[in-house]
């Protein structure tokens, strides 16, 4: 059974940086790309970063362009998200997700971390 587990969330000021993780575990992920996404309170939830576990190409939103970046670490089957010079405006809560890099649908999906910054 697939699992994604999503860490490391939590209050921050504006400007500062934080990273979280997610732990996938459950089969092998070299066809797959990870996501992640987030939902602000209110609002739809959007795409902010992928990247393909097998080529670690990646994409990202404009709106985190240059501020988040988004690695693996194959050895602990784990995908991060380094985000900085974080604004009010990223507060929501932070999902992980995975696909199959031949499809455009993500499969499945993590529980969700929450991350708030503080103006």
């Known amino acids: 059974q697939v699992q994604l587990v999503e860490s490391g969330g939590g209050l921050v000021q504006a400007g500062d940086s934080l990273t979280i993780s997610c732990a996938a575990s459950g089969r092998t992920f070299s066809s797959y790309a990870m996501g992640w996404f987030r939902q602000a309170l209110g609002k739809e939830r959007e795409f902010v970063a992928s990247?393909?576990?097998?080529?670690?190409?990646?994409a990202y939103a404009d709106s985190v362009k240059g501020r988040f970046t988004i690695s693996r670490d194959n050895a602990k089957n784990t995908v991060y998200l380094q985000m900085s010079n974080l604004k009010p405006e990223d507060t929501a809560v932070y999902y992980c997700?995975?696909?199959?890099?031949?499809?455009?649908?993500?499969?499945?999906w993590g529980q969700g971390t929450q991350v708030t910054v503080s103006s």
């Open positions: 997700a995975a696909r199959r890099v031949a499809l455009n649908t993500y499969d499945y």
């Open positions: 990247i393909k576990w097998r080529s670690g190409s990646t």
